[in-house]
């Protein structure tokens, strides 16, 4: 069965700092999808970032990127510059075919907190 | 961009009651939905995937019977709690497929449940 594992269940790094959330995942996929969510105090989920697994460039959107290392199956997100706004539960997903249906399999999350 | 609407925000009911919480797709029309169930500090637990005009499939664990999920129409799904109990008091979080992809989910902001 596929499982997501995420190690660090809080992290706090001061404000404009880089931070770097990790994600491990376990599957006998080839094609997959993965993707970082952030849930913030209002717990409305957002998504932040996907990767294809069949694309080897890392995905990157604004301050956000991505170390997908498909053979280590890893999938770490980056924040630069962090900002006050950042702070909020991170949970790294994986993609997956259950019978007709793409589910997400979800990790236990990070909470992130950027102090000011 | 895609919006989900989840109504009611809150509910509080008695014990032995039952609530409907509604997800609506607002500017697409959602083969697909989903229902999660987030207790406090952890991650997402998929209950059930509903496709429109069809029974709900339910995960593992989840009593069919208690959690009714009737996806009547391409923008409704509704999540039923039947006979509520304090146990069943939880955030309960619901997801529409992307009809454009197989793989991007959106999510409603979810409804806070407290049984009394």
């Known amino acids: 069965a596929q499982t997501v594992t995420q190690s660090q269940p809080e992290m706090s790094v001061q404000e404009a700092e880089t931070v770097t959330l990790s994600c491990t995942y376990d599957?006998?996929?080839?094609?997959?999808?993965l993707f970082w969510y952030k849930q913030p105090p209002s717990r409305q989920m957002i998504l932040v970032i996907r990767q294809e697994a069949y694309k080897q460039q890392n995905a990157t959107e604004n301050r956000f990127s991505v170390n997908f290392q498909k053979a280590a199956k890893s999938f770490s997100l980056k924040i630069s510059d962090s900002q006050l706004g950042d702070t909020a539960m991170y949970f790294c997903a994986f993609m997956t075919k259950v019978d007709s249906n793409y589910q997400l399999i979800w990790g236990a999350g990070t909470k992130l907190i950027i102090k000011p | 961009g895609a919006v989900v609407s989840q109504h009611p925000s809150r509910v509080i009911c008695k014990s032995g009651t039952s609530v409907k919480i509604e997800c609506r797709s607002l500017d697409f029309q959602a083969t697909t939905m989903f229902w999660y169930r987030q207790f406090p500090k952890q991650s997402l637990m998929l209950m059930a995937t509903?496709?429109?005009?069809?029974?709900?499939?339910?995960e593992q664990g989840v009593e069919k019977d208690k959690f009714l999920i009737n996806h009547a129409s391409l923008t409704l799904s509704t999540l039923t709690v039947t006979s509520a109990h304090p146990e069943d008091s939880s955030f309960y979080i619901c997801?529409?497929?992307?009809?454009?992809?197989?793989?991007?989910?959106?999510f409603g902001p979810g409804t806070r449940l407290t049984v009394t």
């Open positions: 509903s496709n429109e005009g069809s029974k709900a499939t339910y």
């Open positions: 997801s529409a497929r992307d009809p454009g992809t197989f793989y991007e989910q959106y």
């Open positions: 599957t006998s996929e080839s094609n997959y999808y």
